[in-house]
């Protein structure tokens, strides 16, 4: 089963939005409980329903990736389901990765793409997420980071509780 794993990551780990049904089908029915198999199909797969479900087991079988829940916390904002779940899986995220730039990026992502639809509370969190993503010491995407708080609007909002460079003009 992890040979499975493993080989759908090489043939599409990097490989951008490319995916197979015949492959996601594949993995449903031999491997669908191997978590390599299921970040796989929760990034690739087109139904996004199922790609809610794949992040649901991942984080039952993953509790303490907080990428895995970023995610989920990612696709029920694209689902537009703002409700306790959302709520627990932002919270997760944050407790479980709390400096990891990749998942704070994808948090900051989520947030950008779903802010009409979140809580103020939500914004809040995401608000004070992206001040830590911009005051973060992590040189992996360290323009891109920044770039995307810049060009989100975000900053004027982040520079309410962070004192960097940027909010400065520099």
Request: aromatic content about 8%; glycine content about 6%.
């Amino acid at each position: 089963m992890i040979l499975f794993a493993g080989t759908m990551l090489r043939l599409h780990g990097g490989a951008g939005d490319e995916f197979s049904v015949s492959q996601i089908s594949l993995a449903r029915e031999v491997d669908n409980r191997d978590p390599k198999v299921l970040a796989w199909l929760v990034k690739y797969n087109p139904v996004l329903p199922d790609r809610l479900n794949s992040a649901r087991e991942l984080t039952t079988l993953e509790p303490f990736l907080g990428s895995a829940w970023a995610s989920l916390f990612e696709l029920k904002l694209a689902s537009r389901e703002v409700d306790g779940e959302a709520e627990l899986a932002l919270a997760q995220a944050i407790e479980f990765s709390p400096y990891d730039p990749m998942v704070q990026e994808q948090l900051v992502r989520a947030g950008i793409a779903g802010w009409l639809v979140m809580t103020p509370e939500m914004r809040q969190t995401l608000i004070t997420v992206a001040a830590d993503m911009l005051n973060s010491k992590a040189h992996y995407r360290l323009g891109a980071r920044r770039a995307l708080i810049s060009d989100s609007g975000w900053l004027p909002l982040v520079c309410q509780i962070t004192t960097h460079a940027m909010c400065n003009g520099s």
